[in-house]
């Protein structure tokens, strides 16, 4: 299985701060990864897919970048309904397997 | 825009069997797409457990590949999940979703709410 590591666990940031969460893959996925957005009691929701292509509707401050196995999410103004916790998932094969998560708070 | 609403039993006696289904509306489960189940152990991170495509084929979590079946109900339009022989370990929110790609990317775009499924006496 490929394992998915993200950094840090959680974080703590300021209104208009700019926020970067890592993720880092046990191999080579090319491009073949995603983040989602998890908000409590609610699924999690698709925010870049191929590393750092924007999935519709998500504001332009969310981006992602990254290829082989080093990832990274960034928020470029931190918003307070940011707050939220996010994965990262390779989906370069199966089985398809997801970072721990990272809990961002305000 | 494609729904997808997971429904069965919220509570499962240890090793019993826990089966869901996905009611899929506003698509035909026929689609080019395949339909994933993922789980959320109550404050824990998401694992696959696996996906299955209109035709039948399946690919299933190693981990619980001895357990685990999908099937697919295309005059229903739903598929169903039924994980055997049960523990505490597997009380977790379970997921539905559809994937979604193109020729070089693969995504869980669509979700379900999420159903609780606890294991206990």
């Known amino acids: 299985d490929i394992q998915m590591t993200q950094s840090p666990s959680s974080l703590s940031a300021s209104v208009g701060d700019r926020v970067t969460i890592t993720c880092r893959a046990s191999?080579?996925?090319?491009?073949?990864l995603n983040w989602y957005q998890q908000k409590p009691g609610k699924p999690p929701k698709l925010l870049i897919y191929?590393?750092?292509s924007l999935q519709s509707g998500v504001p332009s401050r969310f981006s992602g970048g990254g290829s082989g196995t080093d990832f990274t999410l960034t928020i470029s103004s931190l918003q307070p309904e940011d707050v939220a916790t996010y994965h990262c998932?390779?989906?370069?094969?199966?089985?398809?397997?997801f970072g721990q998560g990272t809990k961002l708070e305000i | 825009q494609v729904q997808l609403q997971e429904s069965g039993p919220g509570l499962v006696k240890p090793s019993g069997t826990l089966s869901l289904t996905c009611a899929v509306s506003?698509?035909?489960?026929?689609?080019?797409?395949?339909w994933n189940w993922v789980r959320q152990p109550p404050g824990k991170g998401l694992e696959w457990v696996g996906e299955?495509?209109?035709?039948?084929?399946?690919n299933y979590n190693p981990s619980l590949k001895s357990r685990v079946t999908i099937s697919v109900d295309k005059s229903k339009n739903n598929f169903s999940l039924k994980l055997r022989s049960v523990t505490a370990a597997d009380t977790a929110v379970y997921y539905c979703?559809?994937?979604?790609?193109?020729?070089?990317?693969?995504?869980?775009?669509?979700w379900g709410q999420g159903a609780l499924v606890t294991v206990s006496s």
């Open positions: 506003g698509g035909s489960i026929i689609n080019d797409n395949w």
């Open positions: 191929a590393a750092s």
């Open positions: 299955i495509y209109h035709s039948g084929s399946t």
């Open positions: 979703m559809r994937g979604v790609g193109g020729s070089d990317w693969y995504a869980f775009g669509y």
């Open positions: 998932q390779q989906s370069y094969g199966t089985p398809y397997t």
């Open positions: 191999q080579s996925i090319s491009s073949y």
